[in-house]
């Protein structure tokens, strides 16, 4: 399921740290974006399959709204629609 917990809901068990190429990755990123001291404390992996959608949303469940989220796209071609900081601003 989509949530934040400390522990795999199906096993119980911790989470494994973050990739150290995830931690690098999203370090840099957020460096280029004026963010020099971003620490990533935490990793979510999406999987959708071909065909399927994701629809514009906001990311509220973060701890801190001054920090960048860092997202990567790994596999098929997409087209990203970016919108503003109100609902009915118009999508990019």
């Not at 068990?13 to 004026?34: G, S």
Request: proline share 10%.
């Amino acid at each position: 399921g989509y949530r934040y917990t400390r522990e795999d809901p199906r096993t119980g068990q911790p989470w494994p740290a973050m990739p150290e190429a995830f931690d690098t990755l999203a370090r840099e990123a957020a460096r280029a974006a004026d963010f020099p001291g971003f620490a990533p404390d935490a990793c979510l992996v999406n999987r959708y399959q071909p065909g399927s959608r994701l629809s514009l949303h906001q990311d509220k469940d973060e701890r801190d709204y001054d920090a960048p989220i860092v997202s990567v796209s790994l596999g098929m071609p997409a087209v990203f629609l970016f919108g503003g900081h109100e609902r009915g601003d118009k999508a990019v």
